[in-house]
């Protein structure tokens, strides 16, 4: 049975500051399989590498001080605007920090350009090296022209990728992907799916979701905007799981980008039936990473890459 890809999520963010090129580097000397990181952009229409859509307070400063919620979007600043910011620290006794507690400070490390994770990638990887880029948007808020623009900037820019042929595209946002597609079919592109128990209206009705939770199953619900002119409640299958892969499968897409939980083996049977190729993201823990090896998951995106690495091999 073939061993899963190991693949440093935002670089390896359990082990080193996320989403930037001194954890890429670091993921790299490690000898992972590939890297993923968020791409996001900037009011002046830079592509950068960022995770949430707001800087995160616990993860920022600027001249040394901790930045304050409520924190600007990263597509209210300018490039330059991030150009001040040390990203290389945790703040310490901040609850962020409690789940991040095995990551290595390296001060002074920056929101780096999507066009310098190219270059890193093409300077320090052979051919068989994969990038995994997210495009980010905000599921609720954003538009369809707000999605369409952010994966305009990225064929662009991705037009001239001296690691093009190695890139995955990877989004919640399946607007997004629909954008990529179009300029380049040839490229692997994965339908990411929320959990599938926020996302599915009739998961433990007795005990509503709140917060983000609860208003990304609201929108699910009816329909989920970010599906594009996709709709799950309109295919078959008899659980939400098989109702969401067949989405895909409509959608002409090819990969699941999964939360690891939901990577069972009746949804990886489904996912056979539909020829889905199945990655699995979020996973940290050993014991979950044999146990989707053994399902036949191609990929694992880990905070941990470095357990990866004890992975045993998997026995037919």
């Keep these: 049975m073939k061993r899963p890809l190991n693949i440093a ?134 538009t369809d022209a707000h999605a369409g623009h952010l994966a305009d900037l990225f064929c662009t820019t991705l037009a001239t990728s001296p690691v093009r042929a190695r890139t995955h595209v990877v989004s919640f946002d399946w607007r997004c992907l629909e954008h990529v597609r179009a300029a380049f079919p040839e490229l692997p592109i994965a339908h990411t799916t929320p959990p599938l128990f926020v996302t599915d209206p009739d998961c433990d009705p007795e005990t509503p979701l709140s917060g983000l939770r609860g208003q990304l199953r609201a929108a699910s619900a009816a329909g989920a905007k970010w599906l594009g002119k996709h709709d799950w409640r309109d295919q078959p299958g008899q659980t939400h799981g098989e109702k969401m892969l067949a989405t895909i499968a409509a959608a002409g897409g090819q990969h699941w980008f999964a939360f690891h939980q939901d990577v069972t083996p009746d949804n990886m049977a489904c996912a056979t039936r539909l020829k889905l190729n199945v990655s699995a993201w979020n996973v940290n823990e050993l014991a979950d990473m044999e146990r989707l090896a053994r399902l036949g998951v191609s990929a694992i995106i880990t905070d941990r890459p470095d357990l990866m690495h004890d992975l045993p091999e998997i026995q037919n």
């Design 9 to 142: 999520h935002r670089g390896g963010a359990n082990l080193w500051p996320e989403n930037t090129l001194e954890a890429f580097g670091n993921a790299i000397n490690a000898g992972v399989d590939g890297i993923e990181c968020d791409i996001q952009h900037t009011r002046d229409d830079r592509l950068v590498i960022h995770h949430d859509d707001r800087l995160k307070p616990e993860a920022t400063r600027e001249s040394g001080n901790w930045l304050t919620a409520p924190t600007p979007r990263i597509r209210e600043l300018d490039r330059s605007e991030l150009d001040v910011l040390d990203v290389g620290r945790l703040q310490p006794d901040s609850a962020y920090s409690q789940t991040r507690a095995g990551q290595t400070p390296i001060d002074g490390a920056r929101i780096p350009d999507f066009d310098a994770v190219n270059q890193l990638i093409a300077n320090r990887t052979g051919p068989e090296f994969r990038l995994y880029c997210e495009l980010k948007t905000h599921l609720l808020d954003d």
